[in-house]
């Protein structure tokens, strides 16, 4: 079955520190990766994305993301975390066959950074 | 302003009183869908469309229905709504058919069924 996984319900870290927020992902064929971000009562705002080449994504708001094949995996990153990036991230990955195709979410990953 | 407007906003209602939630957008994109989110389980998709009058079940489109007969409008009906749809529904939309477009997501609708 295809699937994405955010094997983590909360991360915490302090400010200034990097932060890793995980997603594990199970499609057939070439996957297309996203990570979204959602704000307290809003909706999700598009972060980045992989669709092809270069491994490792830049973002907006100074995010980053690297897209493991081997590991099937596409960890968010960012070098320095700010308290305002404190919100709930989601990662995706659109699936599918020429014709139709489908978006498959996590569960969410609640970021909270520490002043 | 590019955006996706939904509406209501907040809506609360009884079981089994049609309802009908409005999703518009003015970016000219073909590629429409519907989400809800629920605690623990991220986001699911209930329905999309890949243009007018092309519409497709998503993950958990059991009760509800759609319709695309404009570019623009998509939206959600619940025939006889229950309270296990008790949700945040999102809708979004996105460029084109081609997958690796990014979705732009409306404020989202809380909806309580007593």
């Known amino acids: 079955a295809q699937s994405v996984a955010q094997p983590e319900d909360q991360v915490n870290v302090a400010e200034g520190n990097p932060l890793t927020v995980k997603c594990t992902y199970s499609?057939?064929?070439?996957?297309?990766l996203f990570w979204y971000v959602q704000y307290p009562n809003r909706g999700l705002q598009f972060l980045l994305k992989?669709?092809?080449?270069?491994?490792l994504v830049k973002g907006s708001y100074g995010f980053e993301a690297e897209f493991n094949k081997s590991q099937t995996s596409f960890h968010l990153k960012k070098p320095s975390a700010l308290v305002s990036d404190s919100a709930l991230y989601f990662c995706?990955?659109?699936?599918?066959?020429?014709?139709?195709?489908?978006?498959?979410f996590g569960t969410g990953t609640r970021l909270k950074v520490l002043a | 302003e590019a955006q996706v407007t939904q509406n209501p906003r907040y809506l609360i209602t009884v079981t089994g009183k049609k309802l009908t939630v409005t999703c518009s957008q003015n970016?000219?994109?073909?590629?429409m869908s519907w989400y809800r989110q629920d605690p623990g389980l991220g986001l699911r998709q209930i329905y999309y469309?890949?243009?007018?009058?092309?519409?497709d079940k998503g993950d958990v489109p059991e009760g509800y229905k759609v319709s695309r007969k404009e570019k623009r409008n998509f939206p959600l009906i619940l025939e006889s709504p229950s309270p296990n749809q008790t949700s945040l529904y999102f809708c979004?939309?996105?460029?084109?058919?081609?997958?690796?477009?990014?979705?732009?997501f409306g404020p989202g609708t809380r909806l309580t069924v007593t």
């Open positions: 970016m000219n994109h073909e590629y």
């Open positions: 499609v057939s064929g070439n996957p297309y």
């Open positions: 979004a939309s996105s460029l084109s058919r081609d997958r690796g477009h990014e979705q732009y």
């Open positions: 469309s890949m243009n007018v009058e092309v519409t």
């Open positions: 995706a990955v659109g699936r599918g066959t020429s014709g139709t195709y489908k978006y498959i």
């Open positions: 992989y669709i092809t080449g270069d491994n």
